[in-house]
């Protein structure tokens, strides 16, 4: 056999750290390595793979598309884009008017950047610390820390970072230059940590107050992952602009704007687009994807959430900090030998994926069970236990 992880290593950019397993395929929650080893997806592949693997109405809904067509330049009518988006706005809810489609997370946070300059004519924003909105140059901008941002620097525009979760720390940050605040209403990367309820309702009154933009990114937090479809739902927020990424085209890469009418009126013609934007094969899955995140899935969604992080409490260990998370997006801060538990974990055939400095970050497809999050737990004591 190939030696694959060789191959990989030698002919891939070197900007991945290595879990050197050779995965092939997928079935429901499962992943099977070349050797035929089994692991419990509880990652998602960081947060897309929502439905898990060979979800079949997802895979009919993207194979038919492929027959059909696959790229269709947006100045061209197609009716799977024009479903999908008429299908993510309304989803959205009815403070959305439009969407613009892009291909992955960055690029959403991309075009909110753009997006929110044209409408308010300023071009300093408020983030906040330990925020995640992706690696291409503006996202990166917004995106906090200088782990992955030194290296660049300067970067664009006027960013400042704020202590999150601290509404006083937003008051203070907004003045006449600021075009608007962007925020992720759950950090992912930055560590799965839920701010205080009512956080979120607060920062976009005071966004209200100031004429100035909300933008959530939602790439990690949307799309169902919390139990409902945005996380922002829960408290019933509605911003200027929102970004969904990650499993909305049902694994198809896929990067979503979605935005009032008064930031549409502002966006003039050819200013930004995509060669692959809105392509009629990821609308197909997002298509899909809408249709079958209904209810039930979402009330799994925290019905499994709620249970497992009950679970997760229950370990008495020296090492663990803290669980926490909303939904199917659960972290567990550990004092130290993250990485350690990560390799133990995927030895004992469950992959799960690191968040800031010390988090073991669970992000598992939606369709996982009672019996599955049992599995987990138990593998996840032994291996805690076993390192305590
Ligand atoms: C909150 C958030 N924003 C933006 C991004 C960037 O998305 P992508 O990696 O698809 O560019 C991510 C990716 O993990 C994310 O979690």
Redesign the pocket.
């Known amino acids: 056999m190939k030696d694959y992880s060789y191959l990989q290593q030698k002919w891939v950019a070197n900007t991945y750290p290595n879990r050197n397993i050779v995965l092939e395929k997928g079935k429901g929650l499962y992943l099977f390595d070349q050797n035929g080893k089994k692991y419990i997806d509880c990652m998602s592949n960081?947060?897309v793979n929502i439905f898990g693997y060979g979800y079949l109405p997802i895979n009919k809904a993207i194979s038919s598309q492929l027959s059909k067509l696959i790229t269709l330049h947006g100045s061209f009518v197609n009716k799977e884009r024009a479903e999908a988006s008429q299908m993510i706005v309304e989803r959205c809810g009815p403070s959305y008017a439009q969407v613009y489609w892009s291909n992955?997370?960055?690029e959403a946070?991309e075009a909110a950047l753009k997006f929110a300059v044209l409408t308010t004519e300023k071009n300093k924003f408020i983030a906040f610390s330990h925020a995640?909105?992706?690696k291409t140059l503006g996202?990166l901008s917004a995106t906090d820390g200088d782990k992955y941002k030194k290296a660049f620097f300067p970067l664009l525009w006027d960013f400042v970072h704020i202590k999150y979760d601290d509404i006083t720390a937003v008051e203070n940050a907004i003045d006449e230059k600021t075009a608007g605040v962007i925020i992720?209403p759950i950090q992912?990367?930055g560590g799965l940590t839920p701010p205080k309820k009512g956080y979120l309702k607060k920062v976009q009154q005071l966004c209200n107050k100031h004429n100035i933009l909300l933008i959530l990114?939602e790439?990690?937090s949307g799309t169902g992952r919390t139990g409902y479809f945005l996380s922002s739902h829960e408290d019933k927020v509605e911003a200027d602009v929102v970004c969904l990424?990650?499993g909305l085209a049902g694994g198809i890469p896929v990067g979503a704007t979605i935005f009032t009418q008064a930031v549409a009126n502002k966006i003039p013609k050819n200013i930004h687009t995509s060669t692959f934007g809105g392509n009629p094969l990821a609308c197909a899955g997002v298509i899909a994807t809408l249709q079958h995140l209904n209810q039930p899935m979402l009330d799994n969604v925290r019905k499994m959430g709620r249970y497992f992080m009950s679970q997760l409490q229950k370990i008495k260990s020296s090492l663990i900090v803290e669980v926490r998370g909303k939904g199917l997006m659960i972290g567990v801060e550990v004092k130290d030998k993250r990485n350690e538990i990560l390799k133990k974990m995927q030895e004992e055939g469950v992959l799960v994926i690191p968040a800031g400095e010390n988090v073991v970050r669970f992000l598992p497809p939606y369709i996982i069970t009672k019996e599955q999050v049992d599995r987990v737990f138990k593998i996840f004591k032994k291996v805690i236990d076993d390192l305590t």
């Open positions: 960081y947060g992955s997370g960055a946070i995640y909105h992706g996202a992720e992912g990367e990114d790439i990690q990424g990650k």
